[in-house]
C-alpha cells in the first residue's frame, strides 16, 4: 500500500504498513509554492497537485516524473482531482472558479463561474 503526505514545496511517497510509515518511496519537487492537495487517479498511475503557485501538476505515480503542468489560474488552485476514467481533471480555486482540464491535451475545457468567494472543494461523482 502506497500513500502519500505533502507538504510545502514537495510531495513525499512512502510504501505504509498497518498503521505506520514503512519507508519513503520518493519525493516530487516541483511547485514553487505551497501544495493545497494530492490524489492519484482511479487507478493509481498518475498524481494530480493543486498549489498556492497557481498551477496544477500532474505527475507519473510510479516513476515521481512531473508530466504536465495546467496553467491558467491568477490565485492559489484551493483542489485538483481526476475524473474517474482519468481523462479529465476538476479543479477550483481561490478565483472562485471551477474548471475541468483535459488530462491528454493539458487545455482547459470549461471554466465554470458565478461565485463570489474562493471555492475551497470540488467534487466529482460519477453515475457508472
Do not use: P
Not at 507519473?60 to 474517474?84: C, P, T
Not at 479543479?91 to 471555492?119: F, M, P, Q, Y
Amino acid at each position: 500500500m502506497e500513500t502519500i503526505l505533502y507538504q510545502v514545496h514537495m510531495i513525499k511517497q512512502y510504501e505504509c504498513g498497518i498503521l505506520k510509515l514503512k519507508k519513503e518511496i520518493k519525493v516530487l519537487k516541483w511547485h514553487s509554492s505551497g501544495i493545497r492537495n494530492v490524489q492519484f487517479s482511479a487507478d493509481g498511475q498518475m498524481i494530480v497537485s493543486a498549489s498556492d503557485d497557481c498551477t496544477i501538476l500532474q505527475w507519473d505515480a510510479k516513476s515521481g516524473k512531473m508530466l504536465k503542468s495546467f496553467e491558467g489560474y491568477r490565485n492559489i488552485v484551493m483542489k485538483a482531482q481526476f475524473f474517474h476514467d482519468g481523462k479529465f481533471i476538476l479543479s477550483c480555486s481561490d478565483d472562485a472558479t471551477i474548471r475541468i482540464w483535459d488530462v491528454e491535451s493539458g487545455k482547459e475545457l470549461k471554466k465554470l463561474k458565478g461565485h463570489s468567494d474562493a471555492i475551497n472543494d470540488v467534487k466529482y461523482f460519477s453515475d457508472s
